[in-house]
């Protein structure tokens, strides 16, 4: 499949803005694919760690935004501790979930979820979860 790459989405605000959240700079990465190798969920994953940083290195940043991937991160490290470049696609989810929120876009309606979930569920993981999946 071809894919036409525009420089303005390769230098679009939105992923300067992400490399200044995380800190993180995705053109480093040389795709090895340890980072997925090592991910314990890149097997229900969309988009594995690799590839995710592959669309933000081909400026695609609203697909990787999009990805399921994005919100199925657990943000182990894993994919740091295993990349020879040291880049954090960990901390690159982190901040994908971020801009999305920031935009006022919930993954998860609190309403969506069931009561007897709610009821059941440890306190702490209803407070993680709110962090991570409700703006």
Known sequence: MKIKIENRALHSEELK??????????????????????????????????????????????????????WLCVSCMQCYARCP???????????????????GEDYKKIKELDMPFLKGAPQQALVCGFRKFVS
């Not at 901390?91 to 929120?101: D, I, V």
């Open 85 to 103: 470049k040291d880049v954090s696609a960990g901390t690159l989810f982190e901040g994908l979930r971020q801009l999305t929120l920031r935009e």
């Open 17 to 70: 803005h992400l490399e200044r959240i995380t800190g993180e700079d995705p053109a480093k990465c040389y795709q090895c694919g340890n980072c997925s190798a090592g991910c314990p969920l890149s097997y229900i994953m969309d988009y594995p760690p690799s590839q995710m940083i592959r669309l933000l290195q081909l400026g695609r940043i609203d697909e990787a935004k999009s990805a399921e991937s994005v």
